[in-house]
């Protein structure tokens, strides 16, 4: 059985999905909630075993789009700035436990990396942390796949990023470079300067 549910963060609510005994939150407003554009390039990196599609009514019509496991929320979390990474992260475990499930264990996350780092006042959390990354000491991030089927949503996608003015000014020189022909222009003979009379 799935069930959906929206969650309030600030002024945001980011929607849910309950299903296969786990919360799946979708990408899309997990990114909106910080004025950001989804990240399909992180999403990318992510185990498949935490990406899903799933079509949610809205005004418009049906619209697909990509939910992320509650690891995989704890991983989009993690791709943000401090301290908004850590606000992210224990919104995300708490959103679970209020759903009637078991908080989440401090775990090696969706795309292979450590999870965020807790607060030293954390002090439960910030043990377990400790824990994970001593076992772990060589995790990284899983560089990202290709064509991943999941991701394939009606998310919009972010705008290009503005060009420097280095790269704009390359690109004009190669441009110029193609089409320049050199002529040479005969010059005009110059008048000899006198000398005013004394």
Not at 24 to 53: E, G, V
Not at 131 to 157: F, H, Y
Request: glycine fraction near 4%.
């Amino acid at each position: 059985m799935i069930n959906e549910v929206t969650l309030p963060i600030g002024k945001k609510n980011i929607r849910a999905v309950i299903a296969d005994g786990d919360v799946w939150f979708t990408a899309l407003d997990l990114y909106d909630s910080q004025n950001r554009f989804t990240d399909k390039k992180h999403l990318a990196c992510f185990d498949r075993r935490h990406l899903r599609l799933h079509t949610f009514p809205t005004d418009k019509g049906p619209k697909r789009l990509t939910l992320v496991s509650t690891l995989g929320a704890i991983t989009v979390a993690k791709g943000f700035p401090r301290p908004t990474d850590r606000i992210m992260d224990a919104w995300v475990r708490k959103q679970v436990q209020l759903l009637g499930f078991d908080r989440p264990a401090m775990l090696l996350v969706a795309d292979g990396g450590l999870p965020t780092m807790p607060k030293d006042s954390i002090w439960n959390d910030r043990w377990d942390w400790d824990a994970l990354k001593a076992a772990n000491p060589t995790a990284r991030r899983n560089p990202p796949q290709a064509d991943v089927p999941e991701l394939d949503d009606d998310d919009v996608p972010a705008p290009p990023v503005k060009p420097t003015q280095a790269e704009i000014d390359a690109d004009w020189e190669a441009m110029m470079d193609a089409e320049r022909e050199i002529v040479t222009l005969p010059t005009k003979a110059k008048k000899p300067r006198h000398k005013p009379r004394q």
